[in-house]
């Protein structure tokens, strides 16, 4: 049973363009939602995260929103550049514990 | 160390063979986990150790598979009798109490193929 869906798996964006990533869970008990970012041959890091009692959270080009009814929440990256291209995963966490759910990832590419 | 280290980098065995995979944790992090990475795949958790409680061996996918982790620092990934679908990307994480426990920090994984 996937918890965590992801999509879509693969997105092609041109360079200054908006680039959105959606995710839609299962649990409602999860109480974290991060992004990871993953470029070829590294570990995956941390991007950016949301809590559940907030619908909107905003660092720098990069957004979450969350619809918190609807199970979904999504990463949205602004003015999109060369440089973001990498595969992106979303995740969730299960309350009280520190393990994270992940979603299928989605592999991103910019086009100059 | 300034980020988490894992060895080897890549691996290849034969079918059948036991294979051990190794990941030096950030120093003082509290926190390690495993994840198991296949192609065009999510990252599937396998094993969680915090501190000295007992770890959430929830998902390791079969009893080949077994963890430790030494003296609260470098852990060990075992995989026995090595099947071709156990090829993946092994990613190995750590995080830190209290505030940064929310944030894992990954090694760039062990890469093992099994012929």
């Known amino acids: 049973q996937q918890q965590v869906k992801q999509s879509p798996q693969s997105l092609i964006v041109q360079k200054g363009g908006i680039s959105i990533i959606n995710c839609a869970y299962e649990?409602?008990?999860?109480?974290?939602f991060p992004w990871y970012q993953q470029f070829p041959g590294k570990g995956p890091a941390l991007l950016i995260a949301?809590?559940?009692?907030?619908s909107e959270k905003k660092e720098g080009r990069f957004t979450i929103s969350f619809n918190k009814s609807a199970k979904q929440f999504s990463l949205h990256i602004m003015d999109s550049q060369p440089g973001d291209s990498a595969t992106y995963f979303c995740?969730?966490?299960?309350?009280?514990?520190?393990?994270?759910?992940f979603g299928q990832g989605t592999r991103l590419t910019i086009n100059p | 160390g300034a980020g988490v280290s894992q060895s080897p980098s890549n691996k290849v065995t034969e079918k059948g063979k036991d294979v051990e995979l190794r990941c030096d944790p950030i120093?003082?992090?509290?926190?390690l986990y495993w994840y198991r990475q296949s192609l065009g795949q999510g990252l599937e958790f396998l094993i969680y150790?915090?501190?000295?409680?007992?770890?959430?061996k929830s998902g390791l996918p079969s009893d080949r598979f077994s963890a430790e982790r030494t003296g609260g620092s470098v852990s060990t990934l075992t995989i026995q009798r090595t099947q071709q679908e156990d090829s993946a990307v092994y990613l190995c994480?750590?995080?830190?109490?209290?505030?940064?426990?929310?944030?894992?920090?990954f090694g760039a994984g062990s890469r093992l193929t099994v012929l």
């Open positions: 649990n409602t008990a999860f109480d974290y």
């Open positions: 150790f915090q501190g000295n409680s007992a770890p959430d």
């Open positions: 994480a750590s995080s830190s109490a209290g505030a940064g426990a929310n944030v894992l920090t």
């Open positions: 995740a969730a966490r299960w309350p009280g514990a520190q393990k994270l759910v």
């Open positions: 949301i809590r559940p009692d907030v």
């Open positions: 120093s003082g992090h509290t926190a």
